[in-house]
């Protein structure tokens, strides 16, 4: 008898960890977006965000899931541009 049988799935699920809580993404992403400016910030921005849209797909994500997860990290990327210019703030 399968494992799925045995916890009485049918239909398997794969759970993704959320790109919003891998921390050193959000942070690289944060401190390579604000180093950029202009077209090559937006460059940056849309190729970070197929890139790892892409990547959810391939690995079975569903497309609005997968959606939903690109904001998330887009979010968490604003936020952590915030703190690093309160800390630069700070520190000035």
């Known amino acids: 008898m399968s494992s799925q049988a045995m916890n ?3 239909n ?3 759970a993704f960890f959320p790109l919003a809580n891998r921390r ?3 942070r690289r992403s944060a401190i390579e977006l ?3 400016n202009g ?3 937006t460059e940056f921005w849309k190729t970070t965000c197929r890139t790892l849209g892409n990547e959810l797909l391939e690995l079975g ?3 609005d899931e997968m959606r939903a997860e690109i904001m998330d990290f887009q ?4 936020v952590e541009l915030m703190w690093l ?3 630069e703030a700070a520190q000035g």
């Not at 979010?75 to 604003?78: E, G, I, R, Y």
Request: proline share 8%; net charge negative.
């Open 8 to 10: 009485g799935q049918s």
């Open 12 to 14: 398997p699920t794969i």
């Open 24 to 26: 050193d993404l959000v």
């Open 34 to 36: 604000d180093r950029l």
């Open 39 to 41: 077209y090559a910030a």
């Open 61 to 63: 994500c569903p497309e």
């Open 75 to 78: 979010a968490a990327v604003q």
């Open 85 to 87: 210019h309160r800390e």
